[in-house]
């Protein structure tokens, strides 16, 4: 059977690392799903790709950027795609006749604004389109149930793009956990460079908050970690003043945290708290483009993980200050032959595994409810993340505690 073609939906900072006219200042110069596709072209594991944004105008500069910052870097790799809209177009809509030139079986990749993330899925999912939707899956706990209703119903694997479960001290870490007892206590911190409001400038605080941009990273981690355990109350705090003098709109918080207690489902008398908070307000020069990490506290025992400060440090005169790398989420350096060589960064290996879940249902060595089992970040597995994010967001605006009720099946989860 031939590879799975694949239709990236959004143009950004994830997708090709182009922002604002030109390469983005972040640590993704070169974005992450253009760049992971290709090498994937070239590996054989996929097969056509297309891209899809609003503006068609912003392609032409999108491909000379591709074509200096990676074919000319690794050793000629082919960047090629069909893009929509037509370069001289304008059209908010124009994923829809990039996905219906898709054949069934074929895949998407969706890196758009947090509000476009479920009419994109929906509209791929009944037209037999698997789908990987970058973090948080949807904003509303509702979408994210009917989603999971309906890719059973057309029988397509929805991935959520949560890379984090994929760094090896993360996974270690979530391994030694089930042996510490009961879960008791997570705290977590996740900040990004004020400079990163410029370059969301489109959508931050307007159709997303840092809550659903960064800590559902952590959330998800504490998800993953705690299977026996579900969470039953929200209570939700910000901090403000940072964002508006930065001329952000009146709705941009600069720091959440959601204060979350968590229930064993088979003892309702063994309560756990977690603690996330995230922050797009840091210093611009904090040495890190991610602050990232978090505090797990069991009956029987603790971790504790720096993702930060890891890999290596650069001292550069143009940086003007001391530079950490983290080569183990994405790895740029090509190897030896010229060739990008960075499959084994956790940034790639996220997209390998929903491509060869894709290529593995298509063929059918694989079930959906066995890709569940195997514990990747599917919808089914992901909706308690969901659930809390929502929740948050429903307390800061209600200026309420949001308690979470679920009986434990796919549809019975609801807020009071
Ligand atoms: N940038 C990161 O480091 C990062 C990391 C992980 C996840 N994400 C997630 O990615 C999403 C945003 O993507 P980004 O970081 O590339 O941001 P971005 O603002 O740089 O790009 C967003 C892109 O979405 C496109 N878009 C908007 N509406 C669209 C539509 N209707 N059809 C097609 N394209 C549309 C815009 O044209 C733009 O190209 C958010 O959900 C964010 O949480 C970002």
């Known amino acids: 059977m031939a590879p799975p073609s694949v239709l990236m939906v959004g143009t950004g900072e994830y997708t090709t690392g182009f922002v604002g006219g030109g390469a983005s200042g972040s640590d993704k110069k070169v974005g992450v799903v253009g760049l992971t596709m290709f090498d994937l072209r070239r590996r054989g594991k996929v097969g056509k790709l297309s891209m899809v944004g ?21 050793n000629g790799l082919d960047v090629s795609f069909e893009s929509f809209p037509a370069d001289d177009q304008t059209d908010p809509d124009a994923y829809k006749a990039a996905i219906d030139a898709l054949e069934p079986g074929s895949a998407i990749t969706i890196f ?27 904003k509303l706990l509702e979408d994210h149930l009917k989603l999971l209703e309906e890719s059973r119903k057309h029988g397509v694997f929805v991935f959520i793009e949560h ?29 990004q460079p ?4 410029e370059t969301f400038k489109a959508w931050a605080g307007k159709d997303s908050d840092i809550s659903y941009y960064l800590n559902s990273h952590h959330v998800d981690i504490c998800e993953s970690m705690v299977p026996e355990y579900t969470p039953v109350k929200v209570t939700a705090s910000a901090s403000t003043g940072t964002a508006w003098d930065l001329g952000c709109v009146a709705e941009t918080e600069d720091t959440i945290t ?16 977690g603690v996330y908070t995230a922050s797009w307000t840091a210093p611009q020069k904090a040495g890190v483009h991610s602050n990232q990490y978090f505090h797990y506290m069991g009956s029987k025992g603790e971790i504790r993980i720096n993702q930060a400060k890891r890999g290596y ?3 550069d005169d143009e940086q003007g200050h001391l530079v950490w790398y983290n080569p183990f989420y994405m790895r740029y350096a090509p190897d ?17 595994k929903f491509i060869d879940a894709v290529t593995a249902l ?31 967001r429903k307390s800061l605006d209600e200026k309420r505690s949001v308690e979470i009720v679920s009986d434990g099946s796919d549809n019975g989860w609801s807020f009071k």
Do not use: C
């Open 54 to 74: 609003v503006s068609g105008r912003k392609f032409p500069a999108i491909k000379q950027h591709l074509h200096k910052n990676i074919s000319e870097v690794y």
């Open 112 to 138: 758009t604004p947090d509000t476009t993330h479920y009419p994109i899925a929906l509209y791929a999912i009944q037209r037999k389109i698997h789908v990987l939707i970058t973090k948080p899956a949807t």
């Open 163 to 191: 890379h984090k479960r994929f760094d090896p001290a993360y996974a270690d870490a979530r391994a030694k956990a089930q042996k510490l007892g009961d879960f008791n206590y997570f705290y977590s911190y996740m900040s």
């Open 194 to 197: 004020k400079f990163q409001l």
């Open 258 to 273: 959601l204060l979350v207690d968590w229930r064993k489902k088979s003892d309702p008398s063994r309560v756990a708290t």
């Open 313 to 315: 440090d650069v001292a």
């Open 336 to 352: 030896e032959e010229g060739n990008f060589a960075g499959q084994t960064g956790y940034g790639y290996i996220s997209f390998e």
């Open 362 to 392: 298509n063929e059918g060595r694989v079930t959906l409810d066995e890709l569940d089992k195997r514990g990747l970040p599917t919808l089914r597995n992901t909706i308690a993340t969901t659930a809390i994010l929502h929740a948050g």
